[in-house]
């Protein structure tokens, strides 16, 4: 084998590739060199010059894996982690949250959150995010700082918001976003995300998805959340949200709709026909009392479907493992079939489907040669963990995201045994704090 | 303050006490003798004399909560996680667990896997648990080694088992292991467990539950964990599970009725007029596609409920902190009534509410002067668990098991900042391997 001049190998334990083959390698060795995952070989014990790159990881007794994709979260929102639950969605919205972010969500909450909030992905295992909030360009900061991959979608709502108080202005606001952003970082996907079809007039969905369109950018948007909306939406336009949205033009291949808890079969074939996505967020749903989107019968009809926690106000974490573990459970006690949701099928739904899902697919979400290298070393060596059958199993139903030893984004190491490398997470934690303090005086 | 010739005092930090009150205390300071908690202050800057104490405990910015009670669990089936999973419940069944039961359930597997699903407990931060299996015995042995607490109940079946084949002799085998294990260990609770209505004839229920009367002792049975256990039952008997099980006399006070998922109105009365205590295991019900049992409409009615997590093989974990989560959002979500099961409710479930389940309210479950010392030491400062609002729902949405930083049982310190003390938990993982290792191979 020929190991020199690589950036990183890998070495050791056992490799889930999550190709189209699911292959699963013992012992592989696997090359990373200008970010890029340049060879897969599973020859460990005869690789004797493996000494030539810059860094070698040990992961034996460890699984290696592509990091998580989490479609779907409102980072800043970790600020309001716990501020107010177990409420009716109307007091939680309207007397808390919406208040809260009236007078606390400026750049300075966005950026701060952000950066605490990608402390606790990276230390859970996510290494691609997609994120939609108010001043969505310190989320790109945040996220250039501290190496994580990540797609930033732009919001916007037809009433004022604290970073467009001039909701007119949304075309002006739309291409600034995107010129700010649009060569930045291969790791930085911009996009626009207009926040529900009960928020936004038929006009804003229409300009912005034309404005998307022509910028070639993902157009993403909260759809079917909760069960009013659908009355809502038809005593408004006469028209069901999803036809409304295939009145306007909205759905086509570049358009992730989030939630879609409430979606019947006549919608589920619109999405199927149109190619839209959907980013599948279960504990936030479940929390909020929204309901549950029927996730087994969108794959049967081979809608793309990806993983998302949702913001920490509503889940209230961003741990995509534990995420996948209630993706699986919740289907098949809702559906009583405990064969819907396979470990497997959630496991791809969090890695290579998420990507797809991002429009990222031919980038990460698989460990394949040519691919970049986004990787997660899990430590298997634990109680909850042992004995070991199944790696798809374990990751799913039993793993948490401290089990995450190690994670590279783009070939570089961003975790190291448990220690994060490009952020200082005390003081991450005590921005956020001083923050929260302020909440709780107000 | 008179600290002098404590065993432990515990001092700062955030103590929620779960008692009826439940206080919250700031900066407190517990002091323990002889596995009793002899008392609370509020005085943490004024101790100037808790040098005199043997071990003192700095809990600054971490909570302070009684240990977690685990009413339903099935220890040794660790050696089962993950080797068969998103199967029917029939083929899961008869095809994985009981072929391999049968094959390796023997003194040697129950006595490993129980010794590793207690370190996998006691690093999640539960202090007590209420088992049944084959060979009980072994887990009463493994309890006393590990300085759990436990309530230990001998499996009855009408089939043979590998520790009972002559299932004629019940009333010995019960005898037996009520003599052996009376009066082994205040940690330690003798009681017996009827696998269920449809495993278990009237006869076997009625002397099963008759030798429980008689030597005071709990009586639990799996009740209505499945849809199609009503239509059994009925078509056997002409009655309901619940009528059935009245009718013969089994209903009282010191019975405890596992998942009741499919319980109807009627049902409930009946528990509540007949004082039978629930064990809810929301994840396992889920896994296994088995239903929801009707939780919040039994709070309503005043009937007693504590969590479980069930068996591993059916979770595939053993962390309460996972299990709360999943209680509190699985009742919203099929309620669509985002206010049942709040944090706060659900803690109780898991504490202070398992306790009384399990007959030990007056002894455990809160921190309280006079009760026994079972407390765990939570660690706050990461950045899933920041900012800190309201401790309740930070413990219930978003901790897990691995934020335990220590525990300590009958006021022994039974984990120190995560090191296991009274079980080596490399030989705990390697032991339960080696027994892996042979079932895949049969």
């Known amino acids: 084998m020929q190991t020199n001049g690589l950036d990183i190998i890998i070495t050791g334990g056992t490799l889930l590739t999550m190709s189209g083959k699911m292959e699963i390698l013992e012992n592989p060795v696997v090359g990373i060199k200008n970010g890029v995952i340049v060879s897969i070989e599973t020859t460990a014990g005869h690789c004797n010059n493996s000494g030539t790159a810059k860094e070698i990881i040990d992961a034996s007794g460890c699984i290696i894996m592509p990091g998580l994709v989490n479609t779907h979260t409102h980072l800043p929102m970790v600020c309001f982690r ?21 007078r606390f969500a400026g750049k300075k909450m966005v950026y701060a959150g952000a950066l605490l909030a990608m402390a606790e992905m990276i230390l859970s295992g ?30 916007f709502l037809d009433f004022p918001t604290p970073d467009n108080p001039d909701p007119l202005k949304k075309m002006t606001t739309a291409g600034r976003f995107h010129a700010d952003w649009k060569d930045v970082s291969p ?23 034309e404005a998307s369109r022509n910028a070639g950018l993902l157009f993403f948007i909260h759809l079917l959340e909760n069960k009013d909306e659908g009355e809502t939406i038809r005593h408004k336009y006469g028209k069901k949200p999803v036809q409304l949205l295939q009145s306007l033009g909205i759905l086509d291949k570049q358009t992730i709709a989030v939630h879609c808890n409430w979606v019947d079969n006549e919608d589920m074939a619109v999405f199927a026909d149109s190619g839209v996505k959907v980013s599948h967020n279960p504990e936030s749903s479940m929390k909020l009392a929204a309901g549950v989107a029927p996730i ?44 819907v949701m396979s470990a497997e099928t959630v496991l791809k739904m969090a890695t290579i489907g998420g990507a797809g899902v991002l429009g990222l697919a031919d980038r990460i979400g698989s460990i ?59 003081s991450a934690m005590e921005n956020v704090r001083k923050i929260a303090a302020d909440i709780m005086l107000s």
């Open 82 to 102: 716990g501020m107010a639950d177990d409420l009716p969605l109307s007091d939680w919205l309207n007397h808390h949250i919406f208040p809260a972010e009236a």
């Open 126 to 155: 996510t290494t691609t995010f997609c994120d939609g909030y108010f001043f969505e360009g310190k989320v790109g900061e945040a996220a250039l700082q501290t190496g994580m991959r990540a797609v930033i979608a732009q919001g």
């Open 187 to 209: 790791l930085i996907t911009p996009a626009f995300f207009c926040h529900a079809p009960y928020t936004c007039s038929p006009e804003t969905l229409t300009i912005i998805k």
């Open 296 to 339: 087994p019968a969108m794959l049967k009809r081979g809608i793309a479907v990806g993983l998302g926690t949702d913001g920490a106000a509503s889940n209230n974490d961003l741990d995509m493992f534990r995420e996948m573990d209630t993706a699986a459970k919740i289907h098949k006690v809702v559906t009583l079939d405990p064969t």
């Open 368 to 426: 394949e040669v040519g691919k970049e290298a986004d990787i997660i070393i899990m430590d298997m060596s634990s109680p909850h963990l042992t004995p070991l059958y199944n790696c798809y199993s374990h990751l799913v139903y039993a793993a948490s995201g401290t089990d995450v030893k190690t994670s590279i984004i783009g070939g570089k190491i961003i975790m190291k045994n448990r220690q994060l490398l490009t952020l200082d997470v005390d």
